[in-house]
């Protein structure tokens, strides 16, 4: 199992040492290349992704064709479609590499029968579920009424590596601007 994995479950789940042999297995690293898709809306998603290097962006787009980026995962965080993942349905949204990247992955079968029978890989699975609800929350209440110079300051608390990593592109799309708009806000700072 990838060090940076053996760190996570650690950290997170106090796992037994002895426990890490058992659920190396169940992870293949895979190398990603930059703007690789992982997933694409329509398809069901069969992979949990752990970033290793790199970053993951979980997007939509409307019928205009604008792009709305619902999350950016750097290293040491899980990212995968949950509802699609989750209830076997077609994904609404892409996974999508924002650079070259390393991930680790895990099948949906082999993620949640670790779920249901690892401890450890249960509280994971918590404390991703826990920090996704929390993370969303935050991002409505604190961004919702607040005006686009205080959304960028809260991504910039939130990730402060965030415009050494993704484009200008992406950031505007998460933070529900123009680009130009970001370039004027980032001229304000």
């Given amino acids: 199992m990838h060090e940076m994995l053996k760190t996570y479950f650690r950290e ?12 190396s297995p169940y992870f293949t690293e895979k190398a990603v290349q930059k703007n690789e898709v992982l997933l694409r809306e329509g398809e069901v998603c069969k992979f949990n992704y752990f970033v290793v290097s790199g970053c993951l962006r979980l997007y939509s787009v409307n019928k205009q064709g604008i792009e709305n ?3 950016i995962a750097f290293e040491r965080k899980f990212a995968t479609s949950f509802t699609s993942l989750i209830t076997g349905k077609p ?4 996974i999508q590499s924002l650079e070259k990247s390393t991930v680790l992955t895990i099948s949906k079968e082999d993620f949640f029968y670790l779920v249901e ?9 918590r404390h991703i579920l826990e920090s996704a609800y929390i993370t969303t929350q935050r991002r409505i ?36 601007v123009t680009p130009y ?3 004027r806000l980032k001229a304000n700072l």
């Fill in 117 to 125: 029978h690892e401890p450890a890989v249960n509280k994971v699975y």
């Fill in 141 to 176: 209440y604190d961004l919702q009424g607040a005006d686009s110079l205080n959304r960028l300051k809260w991504l910039l608390d939130q990730q402060p590596d965030v415009f050494n990593k993704v484009s200008s592109k992406v950031i505007a799309s998460y933070l529900g």
């Fill in 91 to 94: 994904s609404i949204e892409y």
């Fill in 12 to 23: 997170i789940a106090c796992i037994k040492e002895e426990k890490i042999p058992l659920l």
């Fill in 69 to 71: 980026t619902r999350y």
């Fill in 181 to 183: 708009t970001l370039s």
